[in-house]
């Protein structure tokens, strides 16, 4: 007879799958389900079977939504000339955190990653043309990650978008705020020099 009911293992196993969740953290959720009152696992069990009829990606920039348009794209304070593109939802709510940009977004929903088989065709390449095309977009701020694959999406992307009469930037890449210079790799060090500015 096994130690542990069936029961017990698989939602354990469930909770494993998710990202960031090792074996230990997947038993703590588990055996709190188990202390908890019926309530919390059943509030749980609804808020996860309504996650994908409620939510769905935006019709214009793919990020999260519960109708045809996210709640950036039906902004109308939002300056729609100024676009930025980034490689998944959650870059959203980064970008938003900071405050900074009032612009639209872009979600390609990844990376170029040739090894991974992840070409242009995979990713939501052709609709940012489209929208680019319309004639409404002046600056596109390519925010995709600073690794290869990101680096990668972002050089296709400028050598893509080039020449549409309009500016392609990209996310200055740097020292972060409270860091020692005598921790900070070569490559850092060497973007910190390049995307310097005047104060």
Known sequence: MPLVPEAVERLAAEFGRLPGIGPKTAQRLTFFCLRAPADVPDRLASALSGLHTAVRPCTRCFFIAEGELCAVCSDARRDASLLCVVEEPL???AVERSGEFHGLYHVLGGALSPM????????????????????DVQEVVIATDPDVEGEATAYYLGERLAGNGLTVSRLAHGLPAGADLEYA???????????????
């Open 185 to 199: 790799d070569e490559l850092t060090v060497a973007r910190a020099f390049t995307g310097r500015r005047a104060l």
């Open 91 to 93: 870059d959203v709510l």
């Open 116 to 135: 991974d088989g992840i070409g242009p065709a995979a990713l939501r390449i052709r609709e940012l043309g489209e929208r680019v095309s319309s004639g």
